[in-house]
T-cell receptor, first 113, second 114 residues
Framework: DGGITQSPKYLFRKEGQNVTLSCEQN?????MYWYRQDPGQGLRLIYY???????QKGDIAEGYSVSREKKESFPLTVTSAQKNPTAFYLC????????????FGPGTRLLVL | AQSVTQLGSHVSVSEGALVLLRCNYS??????LFWYVQYPNQGLQLLLK??????LVKGINGFEAEFKKSETSFHLTKPSAHMRDAAEYFC????????????FGQGTRLTINP
């Protein structure tokens, strides 16, 4: 079955630690996205990539980093510079072009110890 | 800049009653508009989208939405609510040019009363 997988489902971060969230898709989509979800604030765009080896900052990129070495994979690293990382993180992918649907993974919940 | 406003962070209706979730958008260019649904601790699932074809859009699970340019609205409706409709609903907008970045509203939590 085609789809988007995110791992782990839950992730715990210690003070000063970098953690990496995985996102993989087998939909053959060129574009991939990372969003952060906080209660009552909807989803906010962290980073996006429209093609391998290229990515752009979204609205809240500070404290995060990404890579796009393969079409299928778009991992997100939450660095120690992100002072309030507790949130639900959602990855999405889409075909490029106007009006294309973004398909979402099941999400990773990040908690700080 | 684009923005989305969802009126009402919580909406409660009785089972069998009409569901109306409101969404107003702001966009400097013709928009694409989306409604997504999220069940607890899950990702988002597309309900329906408007991409400049018919202004009345039908989606999954009996939902529909009407694009009204004059009112900059894209309200979501369902004639008769079911218990399984209880979830959080998000309206989103993207431009019809450039990178397809979605801008989301803050969400509306729908509760269905028996």
């Amino acid at each position: 079955d085609g789809g988007i997988t995110q791992s782990p489902k839950y992730l715990f971060r210690k003070e000063g630690q970098n953690v990496t969230l995985s996102c993989e898709q087998n939909l053959n989509h060129d574009a991939m996205y990372w969003y952060r979800q906080d209660p009552g604030q909807g989803l906010r765009l962290i980073y996006y990539s429209q093609i391998v080896n290229d990515f752009q900052k979204g609205d809240i990129a500070e404290g995060y980093s990404v890579s796009r070495e393969k079409k299928e994979s778009f991992p997100l690293t939450v660095t120690s510079a992100q002072k309030n990382p507790t949130a639900f993180y959602l990855c999405a992918s889409a075909l490029t072009g106007g009006g294309k649907t973004q398909y979402f993974g099941p999400g990773t919940r990040l908690l700080v110890l | 800049a684009q923005s989305v406003t969802q009126l009402g962070s919580h909406v409660s209706v009785s089972e069998g009653a009409l569901v109306l979730l409101r969404c107003n958008y702001s966009s400097s260019v013709p928009p694409y508009l989306f409604w997504y649904v999220q069940y607890p601790n899950q990702g988002l699932q597309l309900l329906l989208k408007y991409t400049s074809a018919a202004t009345l859009v039908k989606g999954i699970n009996g939902f529909e939405a009407e694009f009204k340019k004059s009112e900059t609205s894209f309200h979501l409706t369902k004639p008769s609510a079911h218990m399984r409709d209880a979830a959080e609903y998000f309206c989103a907008v993207s431009k019809n040019q450039g990178a397809q970045k979605l801008v989301f509203g803050q969400g509306t939590r729908l509760t269905i009363n028996p």
